[in-house]
C-alpha cells in the first residue's frame, strides 16, 4: 500500500511511499505527531492550534496541534466528531495540560475524551463490546488502544453500529496528551480493519 505522511500541524504533504516522521511536532516539546495515511486520503488542520500558554493562571487544556483525515473528503468539513460514517475519519492532535488538569489526568479520563465509553458501556451492556484494550507504554509516556463497538440510537435514524478504533498518550513530563482516533460504522471499520491497522502502527508520538 502507499502511504504519505501526516504531520500535524503542517500543511498537507504528499508522498508516494512509506516515510519516516521527518518534522518535529510544533510547540510540543519532544516527539512527532506524524502519521502515515494511504494514499488517496485527505486532511486538514484543527483549526485553533496555537503553542501553549504560559500563563499559571489558565486552566484546562490548549491544543498545540491536530488534523483531521478521512479518504472522504466531504467529512472533512468540520472537525465534529463523525462515528457514523461510511468511510474512516480521524484525527491526530496533541493538547497542552495545565497544571491543575494534568494532577488529575488518568487513563479513564482520557479514554472518554471525545466519546465517553465507560458511560456507554454501563448505560447499554447489551449493544456495546469492547473489541480490544491494551495498556501502552513509550519512552516516558503511558497509554492505551482500545477497539469499541456500541450501537448508535439518533432520532429519527435507524440504529447504527459503529467501531471506534483509539489510542491515548500522556507524557506526564511535558505535560502532554497525544490523541489518535479513528472511527466509523461497523461494517466499514471491518472493511478498512487493515488499513486502520497500518495507520494505527505507523503512529509514534516519540519519535524525534
Given at each position: 500500500?502507499?502511504?504519505?505522511?501526516?504531520?500535524?500541524?503542517?500543511?498537507?504533504?504528499?508522498?508516494?511511499?512509506?516515510?519516516?516522521?521527518?518534522?518535529?511536532?510544533?510547540?510540543?516539546?519532544?516527539?512527532?505527531?506524524?502519521?502515515?495515511?494511504?494514499?488517496?486520503?485527505?486532511?486538514?488542520?484543527?483549526?485553533?492550534?496555537?503553542?501553549?500558554?504560559?500563563n499559571?493562571?489558565?486552566?484546562?487544556?490548549?491544543l498545540?496541534?491536530?488534523?483531521?483525515?478521512?479518504?472522504?473528503?466531504?467529512?472533512l468539513?468540520?472537525?465534529?466528531?463523525?462515528?457514523?460514517?461510511d468511510?474512516?475519519?480521524?484525527?491526530?492532535?496533541?493538547?497542552?495540560?495545565?497544571?491543575?488538569l494534568?494532577?488529575t489526568?488518568?487513563?479513564?479520563?482520557?479514554?472518554?475524551?471525545?466519546?465517553?465509553?465507560d458511560?456507554?458501556r454501563?448505560?447499554?451492556?447489551?449493544?456495546?463490546?469492547?473489541?480490544?484494550?491494551?495498556?501502552?507504554?513509550?519512552?516516558?509516556?503511558?497509554?492505551?488502544?482500545l477497539?469499541?463497538?456500541?450501537?448508535?440510537?439518533?432520532?429519527?435514524?435507524?440504529?447504527?453500529?459503529?467501531?471506534l478504533?483509539?489510542?491515548?498518550?500522556?507524557?506526564?513530563?511535558?505535560?502532554?496528551?497525544?490523541?489518535?482516533?479513528?472511527?466509523?460504522?461497523?461494517?466499514?471499520?471491518?472493511?478498512?480493519?487493515?488499513?486502520?491497522?497500518?495507520?494505527?502502527?505507523?503512529?509514534?508520538?516519540?519519535?524525534?
Amino acid at each position: 500500500m502507499v502511504l504519505r505522511s501526516l504531520t500535524l500541524g503542517l500543511a498537507l504533504v504528499l508522498a508516494t511511499a512509506c516515510a519516516a516522521p521527518s518534522e518535529p511536532l510544533p510547540s510540543a516539546g519532544a516527539g512527532s505527531g506524524s502519521v502515515a495515511l494511504p494514499q488517496g486520503w485527505q486532511s486538514i488542520e484543527l483549526p485553533g492550534a496555537t503553542t501553549a500558554s504560559p500563563n499559571p493562571y489558565d486552566v484546562g487544556t490548549t491544543l498545540v496541534a491536530g488534523s483531521i483525515f478521512s479518504p472522504d473528503q466531504s467529512l472533512l468539513t468540520t472537525p465534529t466528531v463523525k462515528l457514523t460514517g461510511d468511510a474512516p475519519w480521524g484525527i491526530l492532535k496533541v493538547d497542552a495540560l495545565t497544571p491543575d488538569l494534568f494532577a488529575t489526568v488518568s487513563i479513564a479520563s482520557l479514554r472518554n475524551q471525545l466519546f465517553d465509553v465507560d458511560k456507554d458501556r454501563s448505560a447499554h451492556p447489551s449493544t456495546s463490546k469492547v473489541i480490544q484494550q491494551a495498556p501502552l507504554e513509550q519512552t516516558g509516556m503511558y497509554g492505551e488502544r482500545l477497539i469499541y463497538s456500541t450501537v448508535l440510537t439518533q432520532k429519527g435514524a435507524v440504529p447504527t453500529s459503529v467501531t471506534l478504533d483509539q489510542t491515548v498518550y500522556l507524557a506526564p513530563s511535558a505535560s502532554r496528551v497525544y490523541l489518535l482516533f479513528v472511527a466509523c460504522t461497523s461494517d466499514c471499520y471491518q472493511a478498512y480493519q487493515s488499513t486502520i491497522d497500518q495507520v494505527v502502527s505507523s503512529w509514534d508520538p516519540t519519535t524525534v
